[in-house]
């Protein structure tokens, strides 16, 4: 891949840490001049996105996968609390949960059956799969249908959906991770051997797919009516009990600081910590697995495929664990913003914004290099999140000299606009001339 | 059993509504498929490429319509397309000159270039955004049928209508057409030859003295000029969203890919067989099942998928294709 | 002078040298064949030839031009003529199509030179209209060949025409090629069949690791017992 070139970076072994410190130092005066809550929301997302840049990153940087629907397995992340935490729907299960699994165990006969077909019989096998393959979809439909009917019955207006387990939010996380990994292994095992473009336009496709799923079925998170009210995980408390404790009026009157802000940034700061955790920990495992014997293959793969096959390296099945593997970080990385917004909102996952973002993300950080995705992370939210404010700005500037009409407020209008603009500059620009990114790989 | 009016059902639901959507498939995987070809990377940024296309030929339509012209019977944006096509056609040789000639010339590796290509979708996306906005523009005029639901009923004392829009009949004579002269330029032509000889032997293709530059260039206009009347064509059709034209990246690429990349008749046949597949199976087969089916009753739609699935359905034929025959149903290349 | 003259070649593609003063000379309407073992360099002294790499050292003339800082495709002006080992036809593209592009820098009427190049391949009139890449590998080579043929070349230069053909095939190639060179154009060929080369060959190279080793007539070189030792098996 010839986004690595070879050459040290200049700055040597301080240029990581100088840039992480200059990323800090946009951060503080963030703070400064907007203040703290503005500056504490962009560091807590961006820490998820520097998670999700660390999954992306896995998946290109360690195996050369250009995975295109990264949107889709953020979303079955988010998917992951809903499931787990949210409390269930009374009635809801016994009216057509049994349904919808006897459905989807139908589906997977049907499947099993095809497959079996396929491996086994020689003459008619394309007829004998077709007829399996719609009796069983049929059959599919004539169990599902009726149960999820009956599941989006219960109470429209404020459930209508299957609910979840009531369980913590923080076992959700996990949950999400693997839902993500589950679907993973759906995809690697059909789309992996496929050249890399087409992987890509594959990858695209099952994004959609999935995004389509989650607006579609209402019975498993209410569709567009959205899942709201998601319970905050131990140990960030809600700002309303937080101002009503009297341990925590006292410690903010000793301060002299106003309670209700110190609420709302306390709440940020143990979003902040948790995600920070969650962020280090995964770094120091996938620090040790890049430096591991195993680490060490897969970069040998990834540099010369052919040679490695030739030496007798199941290249597609090592690429099959780095997908699900990356998938299951950027699944977990979505079960945790879901938590950070206590909703799940399915028609907001747009593939511009989910799955293009974090790979300028990762190109811009240094593709191959973990740190280089936690910057480029940090840094590209937080010029994501500053253009939207810049860009009007600038287009004042721009426009200041027009006079006053039409054009000058079609302009102004669409300075939102401009966002997507920049952000397609920065990624040609890191390409064209510094494609190794700001934290070169190793 | 009223085989003539389960017909004339699956005539108006299904063949002319999949016959216009798959042209206008046709079309754009057609410009997908000359890009892979002789440039030999996988273009994200074609959906935005139409949509850009699309919002300029929407401004001249405007500015002509404002100006009191009009086009009789048929639809005023067939005028401003020549304009629509030069102006994207100067946007893509300008993103060619700037961005993509530098890959070539130190030889980057194909999914380099796509990613590359990632960034101009960025910059064309917000651009088309900037010129004309996000939200939804129809705009059609001039004869809406071409044949009318109460005039077919009245023709043929039918009970079941046949409506024959005047946008679907256009996209389907303009596609036909625009790849009755592109067939034309490639098989007869000397410069359309060179481009398939540069497509099939780039090295021998230099050596016969061929200009690459030239052969870019060509290819880029025509690709501006297919994705700026695919894009019209659709918009003139549905209706014209930026964001809509992001998401037909999938069917259109989808197309190109089945019908085997850099295969320009396989663009065609792949773009009508996702246009109907995906038609096929969205479709409430209900009516037709009544009036195939004596006695039936059910409150069953008899839809395969709801049309929220339509992109599900070009996935699968990809998947399936890609898994038992990636080359393409006709032979494409791989770069 | 010779009509052809690439003297003292030194070069390679990247930092090593491949050709060590490696010296090729074809006179008129004359056959030259280079052979030698794997990896000596044959091709490689080729394509220096056709400029399709840079030389460190040495000159090449033809007919009396120096023609050492052209590009391949200027020399096609000039009169040279390249058939490629592999990947030599456009597999998707007729017969004719093919040797419409191989005129594609002629800018008069070509229509003499195709015929001339039916009736010295009567197969390609036959099959004029089918696809290159469905013709056998014999055709697959007259059709290259052919190619070359349309600029009306001075110097027709094959690399390795016979490379996984038949014997059949490969006798019938080699009747063709002296047929091209009796209608007057210099021939300048690798062979890796250097026996059956170098019988209808009117000077031999053998280069060995990028060098000369023997010059001669191929009669000579057939007749040397060093060179039959050696190279031609006995």
């Not at chain 1, 000793?254 to 209700?260: C, E, H, M, S, W």
């Not at chain 2, 290509?117 to 064309?124: A, E, L, R, T, Y």
Request: proline share 4%.
């Amino acid at each position: 891949m010839s986004t690595r070139q070879p050459g040290a970076a200049r700055g040597g072994k301080l240029r990581a840490p100088l840039l992480f410190a200059a990323m800090a130092a946009l951060l503080l005066i963030e703070a400064f001049t907007t203040g703290w809550n503005g500056a504490l929301g962009i560091v807590n997302m961006g820490l998820i996105s520097a998670i999700l840049a660390l999954g992306v990153n896995m998946q290109w940087g360690y195996a050369g996968l250009f995975n295109t629907g990264v949107v889709g397995f953020i979303a079955l992340g988010g998917l992951g609390p809903v499931l787990v935490s949210m409390k269930p729907t009374p009635g809801a299960f016994s009216a057509g949960g049994w349904g919808i699994l006897l459905a989807f165990a139908i589906a997977l006969v049907t499947i099993a059956a095809a497959v079996w077909l396929n491996r086994h019989l020689k003459r008619m096998k394309g007829l004998a799969i077709l007829a399996v393959l719609i009796a069983g979809f049929f059959l599919y439909r004539a169990i599902f249908d009726p149960a999820v009917a009956a599941i989006q019955a219960i109470n429209p207006a404020s459930a209508g959906y299957l609910g979840g387990l009531g369980l913590p939010t923080l076992l959700s996380w996990p949950v999400g991770a693997l839902l993500a990994a589950g679907a993973a292994w759906v995809v690697g095992k059909t789309a992996l051997g496929l050249r890399s473009d087409y992987l890509a336009v594959a990858t695209l496709g099952i994004g959609e797919i999935i995004v389509a799923v989650l607006k579609n079925e209402e019975w498993l998170d209410r569709g567009v009516l959205n899942v709201t009210g998601i319970p905050r995980s131990w140990p960030v408390p809600y700002e309303v009990d937080l101002q009503a404790d009297p341990g925590f009026l006292e410690r903010v009157a000793a301060f002299g600081l106003d309670p209700v802000t110190t609420s709302t940034i306390t709440v940020k700061l143990l979003y902040g910590a948790l995600f920070a955790a969650v962020l280090l920990v995964l770094i120091w495992a996938l620090q040790l697995a890049l430096n591991s014997p195993w680490g060490r293959m897969m970069r040998a793969i990834r540099d010369n495929e052919v040679a490695a096959e030739a030496m007798g390296k199941n290249v597609t099945g090592r690429h099959l664990q780095i997908f699900i593997l990356g998938c299951a970080v950027i699944g977990l990385a979505g079960a945790m913003m879901i938590s950070l917004d206590g909703q799940m909102t399915p028609s907001s996952y747009n593939p511009l914004r989910y799955t293009f973002l974090i790979w300028v993300m990762v190109i811009v950080g240094g593709s191959g290099n973990n740190w280089g995705s936690v910057l480029g992370g940090m840094l590209i939210w937080f010029v994501w999140i500053k253009a939207e404010v810049w860009g009007p700005q600038i287009m004042h500037v721009v426009t200041a000299t027009l006079a006053d009409g039409p054009l000058k407020q079609h302009l102004v209008d669409s300075a939102p606009h401009m966002r997507l603009v920049m952000m397609g500059l920065i990624l040609l620009l890191v390409l064209r001339f510094s494609p190794r990114g700001l934290l070169p790989e190793k | 059993m009223d085989i003539l009016n389960a017909l004339v059902a699956i005539l108006n639901y299904v063949v002319v509504p999949a016959t216009a959507y798959g042209a206008q498939l046709a079309l754009g995987a057609l410009g997908v498929t000359l890009i892979y070809g002789i440039l030999r990377f996988s273009n994200f940024a074609h959906g935005d490429t139409m949509a850009f296309g699309t919002a300029i030929t929407i401004l001249v339509t405007w500015a002509l319509q404002a100006a009191g012209l009009s086009f009789g019977p048929l639809p005023t944006a067939l005028v401003a397309l020549p304009f629509g096509i030069a102006a994207t056609a100067l946007l893509v040789l300008g993103t060619d000159r700037i961005v993509y000639a530098y890959y070539r010339k130190v030889r980057a590796a194909p999914v380099v270039l796509t990613m590359v290509s990632v960034g101009v979708m960025f910059v064309m996306n917000g651009l088309t955004r900037v010129l004309i906005g996000v939200d939804e523009i129809k705009f059609t005029d001039g004869a809406r049928f071409l044949i009318s639901a109460q005039e077919f009923k009245k023709a043929t004392g039918l009970a079941e209508p046949l409506a024959i829009r005047t946008t679907q009949a256009i996209t389907v004579i303009t596609a036909a057409i625009v790849v009755a002269a592109l067939f034309w330029f490639l098989a007869k032509t000397r410069a359309g030859k060179s481009m398939r000889a540069f497509s099939d032997n780039e090295d021998l293709a230099l050596l016969s003295g061929i200009n690459p530059n030239r052969v870019v260039a060509m290819t880029w206009i025509i690709a501006a000029a297919l994705a700026t009347i695919a894009g019209t064509l659709y918009g003139l059709d549905k209706s014209f969203k930026a964001f809509n034209y992001f998401q037909l990246l999938l069917p259109v690429f989808a197309a190109a890919i089945v019908g085997g990349l850099g295969n320009p008749l396989g663009a065609i046949a792949g773009g009508f067989i996702i246009a109907y597949s995906e038609v096929a199976v969205t479709y409430a087969w209900k009516k037709v099942a009544i009036y195939l089916i004596p006695g039936y009753q059910s409150d069953n739609l008899l839809q395969l998928l709801s049309t929220e699935y339509k992109f599900a359905v070009s996935f699968t034929i990809l998947i399936i294709v890609l898994l038992f025959k990636p080359t393409g149903l006709f032979k494409g290349k791989s770069v | 002078m010779s009509f052809l003259d690439a003297s003292s070649m030194t070069g390679g593609y990247g930092a090593a040298d491949i050709l060590h003063d490696c010296t090729l000379k074809v006179e008129k309407g004359q056959i030259a064949v280079i052979v030698g073992p794997n990896g000596a360099g044959k091709s490689t002294a080729m394509k220096a030839v056709f400029g399709m790499l840079r030389l460190r050292a040495g000159k090449v003339t033809l007919d009396g031009e120096d023609i050492t800082t052209l590009s391949p495709q200027e020399r096609v002006r000039k009169g040279m003529g390249f058939v490629p080992q592999v990947n030599n036809v456009f597999p998707t593209m007729s017969v004719e199509e093919n040797l419409e592009m191989g005129a594609f820098i002629r800018t008069d009427d070509f229509r003499d030179t195709m015929e001339q190049v039916y009736d010295l391949f009567p197969i390609l009139r036959e099959k004029r209209h089918q696809n290159a890449g469905e013709l056998s590998g014999g055709q697959r080579q007259q059709v290259a060949v052919g190619r070359a043929l349309m600029t009306k070349p001075k110097l027709l230069m094959l690399d390795e025409p016979t490379a996984g053909v038949s014997p059949i095939v490969m006798d019938e190639l080699f009747d063709r090629i002296i047929e091209v060179a009796r209608t007057g154009i210099s021939i300048l060929m690798v062979e890796q069949n250097a026996r059956q080369a170098l019988e209808i060959a009117d000077m031999g190279y053998v280069l060995v690791q990028g060098a000369n080793r023997y010059t001669d007539t191929g009669a000579a070189l057939m007749a040397d017992p060093e060179v039959r030792r050696t190279f031609l098996g006995g």
